[in-house]
């Protein structure tokens, strides 16, 4: 059986899932597309092989054409559509943020709660990243010790000038706030932010970098380097420190080329390049599970507890005080 996936929101990363989803992925073809930008969905309606466009979003989540939705359209728009996607009982991969407010977050796990099934995936690729899988494993096996210290390092090249310093915190470190969740599997009950000196690289309006601690349950520290101006390329990076050594992620180049005096290696253009595989697997994996008739990913209730990190993050970035984090009750579907 193939399934129907329809893809709501057809900017960057939509069209890069829908490439993979029609060309790489098994058990899968694009049905449909919407976009708010008709011209847009129709260009990549060509790109996925030649899906239908729908006039909206709403209209391909209820269209029998359709089994499964894949939510790629700009974060303020994914809870109407995670919602209708729950109402109509079909399964809903939805890109980072589950939802960039915690009330809506909550409104999609009581939703999904009250279904009595999961049905929502949310886009936290990295854990299924080589690299963030093998530092998990090594902390498994034991052979660093007890976790301590997570050092993380997230670098973009250059971002636009739309590009604010909430975003810092809402767009970009939400992605540690998910790996730090998922490797010390605890919750992160703390968040402070310290504003380096400033790059003259960014736009006027942006701290950048951006520095954040954040604590967890145990009271492991987990530290966040965001440089949304680096200049250089896309760079992410993470070292674990145990009581008995450190697990860390390597260049992912798999190459170097050395010529006169020099030895190089090359760095991701952006993070389509640098988790392509990530994206990839993810996306096969959810494919896969809905074929067994399961739902395979990051669930709702991680979506709502990396919007709700990255939140009280924003209050941490205006405040500059270490501010804690409370959470509602996990409900039964998600223990
Ligand atoms: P983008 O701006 O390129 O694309 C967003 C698209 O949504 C645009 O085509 C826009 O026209 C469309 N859109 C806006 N309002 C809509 C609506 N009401 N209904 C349907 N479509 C609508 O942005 P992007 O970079 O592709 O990001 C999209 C989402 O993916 C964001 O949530 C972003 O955080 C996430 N993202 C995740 C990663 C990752 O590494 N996991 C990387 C990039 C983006
Ligand atoms: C973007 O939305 C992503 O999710 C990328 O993974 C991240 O590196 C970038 O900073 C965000 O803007």
Same mark, same amino acid.
């Given at each position: ?66 089994? *499964? ?60 990243? &080589? ?102 390329g896309y ?32 760095i991701p253009a952006d993070?389509?390049e640098r ?14 599970? &809905? ?8 669930? *709702? ?35």
């Amino acid at each position: 059986m193939t399934i129907r996936v329809g893809i709501v929101g057809t900017g960057l990363i939509g069209e890069d899932h829908g490439r993979r989803l029609a060309g790489v992925i098994r058990g899968a073809n694009v049905n449909a597309v919407a976009d708010v930008r008709r011209e847009r969905a129709q260009e990549v309606a060509g790109v996925v092989g030649g899906a239908r466009v729908f006039e909206n979003g709403l209209e391909l989540i209820a269209s029998d054409e359709v089994d *499964a939705v894949l939510v790629t359209s700009i974060g303020e728009t994914h809870a109407e559509y995670v919602l209708a996607c729950i109402d109509a009982g079909k399964p809903v991969m939805c890109e980072k943020p589950l939802a960039p407010t915690v009330a809506e977050c909550e409104r999609i796990i009581e939703a999904e709660a009250a279904f009595g099934r999961q049905l929502v995936i949310v886009g936290f690729m990295r854990r299924y990243d &080589l690299g963030y899988r093998h530092v998990k494993a090594s902390l498994e096996r034991g052979t660093i010790g007890d976790p301590l210290i997570l050092h993380n390092i997230h670098r973009n090249s250059v971002v636009p000038e739309s590009y604010t310093s909430f975003m810092t915190m809402t767009d970009s470190m939400i992605h540690e706030v998910d790996v730090s969740r998922w490797l010390l599997d605890e919750e992160i009950v703390a968040v402070q932010v310290i504003p380096p000196k400033r790059t003259p690289k960014a736009f006027p309006h942006l701290q950048d970098p951006q520095f954040a601690v954040f604590t967890t349950e145990s009271g492991i520290l987990s530290t966040v380097e965001f440089f949304a101006n680096c200049q250089y390329g896309y760079d992410v990076r993470c070292e674990l420190v145990g009581s008995l050594g450190t697990a860390s992620l390597v260049n992912p180049a798999l190459a170097s080329e050395i010529t006169a005096g020099q030895d190089a290696e090359a760095i991701p253009a952006d993070w389509r390049e640098r988790f392509g595989a990530a994206y990839t697997a993810e996306i096969q994996a959810w494919i896969s599970g &809905l074929e067994r008739g399961e739902c395979v990913g990051p669930s *709702a209730w991680e979506g709502y507890a990396a919007t709700k990190v990255v939140e009280v993050g924003v209050e941490a970035v205006k405040s500059g005080e270490r501010m804690t984090i409370e959470y509602v009750d996990k409900p039964a579907l998600y223990r």
